[in-house]
Structures are given as structure tokens and as C-alpha cells.
């Protein structure tokens, strides 16, 4: 059975226009392409477009997912990553809107607030699959060691420092200051410092996670909050960094 890239693309409740993108990066090329131009896809190309789209809920840019996509060679085997991912998420959302909600009635009862419903929930842990995923298990395990030795005081430090330079590259953004700038390539020296606090970037590393602040919409929202186009302007910033300093 075969479909047709707009039934495709109707049952996966996305658009033509996104099918063909992935199939001219290399993600999901048509199983054939009939005489009258029109592109068709079989049964392996539905199950290699739904662990395309849950790994894009998961987060992973384009890039990420095509090396993901190379190295899970066992469908069924993805499959069951993806569910195991999947519930992780389900859990962690589930215990936060009943932090939130336990938060909202000890709110409106005049109840004291306690610190540890609060914040239910919403743990660094969450990322655990995530980073795995990109980046292998001595990645997170490195990540997860070194941030459960900083003290409060430390974790807070750490975060201010991601706030601010996340803010001095929207006053630069919102100034109009182009990502070769002295002005923007101080800041982004300054990113690349805290970076180094956790892993030793390389250029392609940089570059990676440049792209990967525009294509994963948590990280656009965070450096857009600050003006709109603000996570181009990282990410633009970042590949000028990496050409000038680093090497893979």
C-alpha cells in the first residue's frame, strides 16, 4: 500500500511543503516518484515519519534527528525508546500540574506554601533522555555529576549568568548589532565561557548548538522573550565564533 505525499502528510496532521523539506534533507525520501511528479511513500516510510515527529517533540533539531535516525537501525528497538521517553515526559507533566495545583489551593485557603510540593517536578533530571539521545550517556552522566556537586549558592550563580547573557544578547539583537560585532562577539565569548563550565566546545559542537537554539522552540522562546529574533542572532553569533576560535 502506498500513500500519496498529501495523504501523507493529511494523516500526520502536517503539510507537503514539511514532507518535501525532509525528504531534500535525506530524512524521508519517497519510495518512488510516479510519472506525473507526485511523490509516494509505503508502510517503512510512515514508521520512519512518526519516529521523525516524536523526535521532534522530544525536542531534537533536524540535524540531531538524522544522526539519531542512522544509528537506530531497529525499528521496533526505536520504538520502544521513544515510548519509554514518552512516559518519562507523561510523569514528569503529571507531577507538575499537581505541583501547580497543590500550589493554587494552598494559595486560595491561605495555607503556607511549601517549598517541596512547589517545585515537583521540575528537576534537571527531565533532560536525562534527551542529552542521552544527542549526546550519549557519559555526556549526561558527566553533566548530572558535575551540576549535583555545586552547592545552591553555585546553581543559582550558574543560571544568573545563562539569564544575563541571554539578556545582553537581546539588547544587542533589539539595537540591531550584527552577529560579527564586537559588541555580540564579546557576549557570545562570554557564552562560550559558561559552556566550557560543563563540556570543552568544539566548532562543530558550537555550531550544532547554535542551530539547535532555533530549531527547538524551548530554546527560540527563551532568547526571544528577550526581542523577537534574538535566537537567530545567537545562533549566527555562535557559527562566527567557531570560525574564528574553535576546531572540531
Not at 102 to 119: K, P, S, V, W
Not at 138 to 159: C, H, I, P, T, V
Amino acid at each position: 500500500m502506498e500513500w500519496s505525499i498529501q495523504e501523507l502528510a493529511r494523516a500526520a496532521g502536517t503539510t507537503s511543503r514539511t514532507l518535501r523539506h525532509y525528504g531534500q534533507l535525506g530524512l524521508l525520501p519517497p519510495t518512488r516518484i510516479g510519472r506525473n511528479g507526485y511523490r509516494y511513500y509505503d508502510r517503512e516510510s510512515l514508521l520512519r515519519l512518526q519516529r521523525i515527529l516524536l523526535l521532534r517533540e522530544l525536542g531534537l533539531g533536524l540535524p540531531a534527528i538524522a544522526e539519531v535516525l542512522d544509528g537506530q537501525r531497529d525499528t521496533a528497538v526505536a520504538l520502544r525508546t521513544h515510548v519509554r521517553l514518552l512516559e518519562q515526559e507523561r510523569q514528569r507533566l503529571a507531577r507538575q500540574i499537581e505541583s501547580v495545583t497543590t500550589t493554587l489551593r494552598r494559595m486560595e485557603g491561605g495555607e503556607q506554601l511549601m517549598a517541596e510540593e512547589m517545585f515537583d517536578g521540575f528537576d534537571h533530571t527531565r533532560y536525562a533522555g534527551e542529552v542521552t539521545q544527542r549526546w550519549g550517556r557519559d555526556a549526561w552522566e558527566k553533566g548530572d555529576r558535575w551540576w549535583r556537586s555545586l552547592s545552591d549558592a553555585e546553581k543559582k550563580a550558574f543560571q544568573q549568568q545563562q539569564l544575563d547573557i541571554a539578556a545582553d544578547y537581546g539588547r544587542a539583537c533589539l539595537a540591531g548589532r550584527s552577529p560579527e560585532s564586537d559588541e555580540v562577539q564579546a557576549i557570545t565569548r562570554r557564552h562560550v565561557a559558561w559552556l566550557s563550565s560543563t563540556t570543552t566546545p568544539t566548532k562543530g559542537y558550537l555550531v550544532g548548538l547554535g542551530e539547535m537554539y532555533v530549531a527547538d522552540p524551548r530554546f527560540t522562546a527563551n532568547y526571544d522573550r528577550h526581542g523577537a529574533g534574538t535566537a537567530v542572532l545567537v545562533r549566527d553569533a555562535m557559527k562566527v565564533y567557531a570560525e574564528r576560535h574553535l576546531r572540531d
